[in-house]
């Protein structure tokens, strides 16, 4: 008998890693309720629904077989210059920018890291990479964070900082870096290393 792969556990991240990386994707745009793989299982469950009017702004979801603890918080502290983060304990998180209309989640992409965001949510480094889908007409001419306009920037900015902010309570949500492919490199590495360490030893 056969079984379905656990997407975390189950899946390579892909021998091209880190120039290309297989991503569960988790959630689209079209979503209106956040959708997280449940670590026991496998399954896609209802994590909440979208609390106010943010959407996210591109596929989202992770690259299996990575973990951000030690080594993906070493990278944070040395750009911010804290000695009291830690990893948030989960895979690492992707965005995948595409022309074309996905219509659900729950689903493996390739994808091409190009750059990063190195968020911290309560302490914790909770790093978002970004990267395009492989051999989009569009998005594959991007071959670093910098070439990508500003706008879509600032869009995947505003949603990471606003996604679980209740108005007026201040955000426990920071944005320390945006970095580019050198950088994503790093911390891709970094999520492997941790997740070998953590549940290959």
């Known amino acids: 008998m056969k079984y379905k792969a656990h997407p975390w556990h189950g899946i390579s991240y892909g021998p091209d890693a880190p120039s290309t990386v297989t991503a569960f994707i988790e959630i689209i745009p079209s979503d209106t309720v956040k959708y997280e793989i449940d670590k026991e299982s496998g399954y896609l469950m209802i994590d909440r629904p979208q609390k106010f009017s943010n959407i996210v702004p591109a596929m989202y979801g992770f690259i299996p077989k990575t973990y951000c603890k030690e080594a993906v918080a070493e990278l944070c502290m040395k750009v911010v210059g804290k000695t009291d983060i830690v990893?948030?304990?989960?895979?690492?998180?992707?965005?995948?920018?595409?022309?074309?209309?996905?219509?659900?989640?729950?689903?493996?992409?390739?994808?091409?890291?190009?750059?990063?965001?190195?968020?911290?949510?309560?302490?914790?480094?909770?790093?978002?990479?970004?990267?395009?889908?492989?051999?989009?007409?569009?998005?594959?001419?991007w071959h670093d964070l910098e070439a990508i306009p500003k706008s879509i920037i600032d869009r995947l900015v505003h949603y990471f900082l606003t996604y679980k902010q209740i108005p007026s309570v201040n955000p426990a949500v920071e944005i320390a870096e945006i970095y580019g492919k050198a950088k994503a490199y790093e911390v891709i590495n970094a999520s492997i290393l941790d997740y070998e360490n953590h549940f290959l030893k």
């Open 87 to 141: 990893g948030d304990g989960d895979p690492l998180d992707i965005l995948v920018l595409t022309e074309k209309p996905i219509t659900h989640g729950d689903i493996i992409v390739k994808a091409v890291p190009i750059g990063g965001l190195r968020m911290i949510d309560h302490g914790e480094a909770d790093d978002k990479i970004i990267a395009t889908l492989l051999n989009d007409q569009v998005y594959q001419q």
